[in-house]
């Protein structure tokens, strides 16, 4: 039996729930959080919603969307536009590709993993940064902002977790 | 068997069209960043198009973090309750004898302006924006505003909180601006040191700190020295406050400025009819005059 038009529409939505939710992670992180100290080194969010999903559902945050969501990042931001389009696509492409590994392991495995590929986006889009703007920009914050995001790895990790129990169960 | 292998070639097919579209997306991102090197008008209309879209959402999203932010705000200052009043009374009591010496001194500079037949400043226009957007990055120190071209706001114009300078406008679209803060990176104000008059450029550089740069001439500036805008440039009217000289080691001088970033809730963006901060602009391609024309002439 085909499926009704009520049901397509249903799979869709849910279909649209890992970008929005990489999205509204790159929304949250351009809060006015009104703390001392902590706008310098924000950590970021929208980087965690990348690699998470190019594990479970790569098929549903394709490389244009870690594209897209990059360039929204660096249109909020400030950062030379491509900068942070290019650091989420290279994550979402090396994830992706090596999501068979990923698949089973235990989270301590993805934690590590994605210190690697953290430290990696950030430190490219340090570099980029400096290239672009010809002059050194100071690295002890990019640092803080490293560990604070290694930080909330978790929290975020199950907080996508549930989303994708909740939504993308069996589509 | 042949279906399968008509499958596989599918598949390959498949595989090798994703691999382009990955590849042809970096390409796009590195020219992205080279043509946004380039100062296209484009990519700046783009820019504003993009963060006008989204100042609706972020302005939704801003307003319950802020009663956050004041409920947060209210507790620490109620268990600060004593402490506070015992500063505030030493304070008052030192501001009523400034008061005393401001009403003299007004009055005293209201009849020398009177004699000298000063022309007044003009009083300048202003509007009231909300931050909005805030993300925090360790690569650059900007902010959303809620306020664009259709409110008045102009690039260059200087953003301040209270009455102390915060930083100027760098981009602006329909209904939202980026502000871009003293602190950062390409930030490069024209100040002086408000006792000695000493010149200097106020450059950030990504720390809450700003740096004080090229200062003219030999003469000593001391920590506790208040730092106001210059009228170099012609960019801001002399005298705005900034912020008070932190620190002089090793040749290198830094400022720490009267408002701190995370203060920010709402900024005044004033238009004094100067050129304000802009960019270098690129001088105007001269027109080509044919040799007829020339002879004319």
Redesign the interface.
């Known amino acids: 039996m085909k499926p009704s038009i009520w049901v397509n529409m249903d799979t869709w939505v849910r279909h649209l729930v890992p970008i929005s939710v990489t999205i509204f992670l790159l929304l949250l992180t351009a809060i006015p959080t009104h703390l001392p100290g902590f706008a310098g080194i924000a950590p970021v969010l929208p980087l965690m919603g990348v690699y998470y999903w190019a594990i479970y559902r790569p098929d549903l945050l394709p490389a244009w969307a870690a594209f897209l969501v990059g360039c929204l990042y660096d249109i909020m931001a400030g950062t030379p536009l491509g900068v942070n389009a290019l650091v989420l696509l290279l994550v979402q492409g090396v994830t992706a590709s090596q999501r068979k590994f990923f698949l089973g392991k235990s989270f301590m495995v993805a934690w590590w993993a994605f210190g690697l590929l953290a430290a990696g986006s950030i430190g490219l889009s340090w570099l980029l940064v400096v290239i672009l703007s010809h002059q050194v920009v100071d690295a002890l914050p990019v640092i803080f902002e490293y560990f604070l995001t290694m930080g909330l790895f978790p929290l975020l990790t199950w907080a996508l977790a549930r989303t994708q129990m909740a939504f993308l169960k069996d589509v | 068997m042949k279906q399968s292998g008509a499958v596989g070639r599918l598949a390959t097919l498949r595989l090798l069209a994703?691999r382009f579209?990955?590849v042809s997306?970096?390409i796009?991102?590195?020219?992205?960043?080279i043509?946004?090197?380039a100062d296209i008008l484009l990519?700046e209309r783009?820019?504003a198009v993009?963060?006008d879209a989204?100042s609706p959402?972020?302005d939704a999203?801003?307003r319950p973090?802020?009663t956050i932010?004041e409920v947060v705000?209210s507790v620490r200052e109620l268990a600060n309750l004593r402490a506070e009043n015992a500063r505030l009374k030493a304070e008052n009591q030192r501001l009523q004898h400034w008061q005393t010496l401001a009403r003299r001194l007004e009055s005293e500079n209201v009849v020398l302006h009177e004699q000298l037949n000063v022309i007044p400043d003009p009083d300048p226009a202003f509007v009231t924006a909300r931050?909005?957007?805030?993300?925090?990055?360790?690569?650059?120190?900007?902010?959303?505003l809620n306020a664009g071209a259709r409110d008045g706001v102009r690039k260059g114009q200087a953003v301040l909180a209270g009455e102390a300078l915060v930083g100027h406008v760098?981009?602006v679209g329909e209904r939202s601006s980026?502000l871009?803060l003293l602190t950062d990176?390409?930030a490069k104000i024209p100040v002086m040191v408000e006792s000695s008059r000493t010149r200097a450029i106020l450059s950030g550089?990504?720390?809450?700190r700003p740096k004080l740069n090229y200062v003219a001439g030999n003469s000593v500036i001391a920590v506790g020295e208040r730092v106001v805008t210059s009228a170099s440039g012609a960019a801001f009217p002399p005298g705005i406050p900034i912020g008070v000289v932190a620190s002089n080691s090793e040749g290198v001088i830094r400022v720490e400025p009267f408002v701190?970033?995370?203060?920010?809730?709402f900024v005044s963006i004033v238009d004094y009819g100067l050129g304000g901060i802009l960019p270098f602009e690129k001088p105007p391609v001269p027109e080509r005059r044919r040799r007829g024309a020339m002879v004319q002439e």
């Not at chain 2, 550089?205 to 809450?208: F, T």
């Not at chain 2, 701190?260 to 809730?265: A, D, M, N, Q, S």
């Open positions: 994703q579209a990955f997306l970096i796009g991102a590195v020219a992205l960043m043509v946004g090197k990519i783009t820019r993009v963060a989204l959402i972020l999203m801003s973090a802020t932010a705000e931050v909005i957007g805030d993300l925090g990055s360790a690569f650059g120190h900007s902010m959303l760098a981009e980026r871009l990176i390409n550089d990504n720390k809450d701190h970033r995370h203060e920010l809730e």
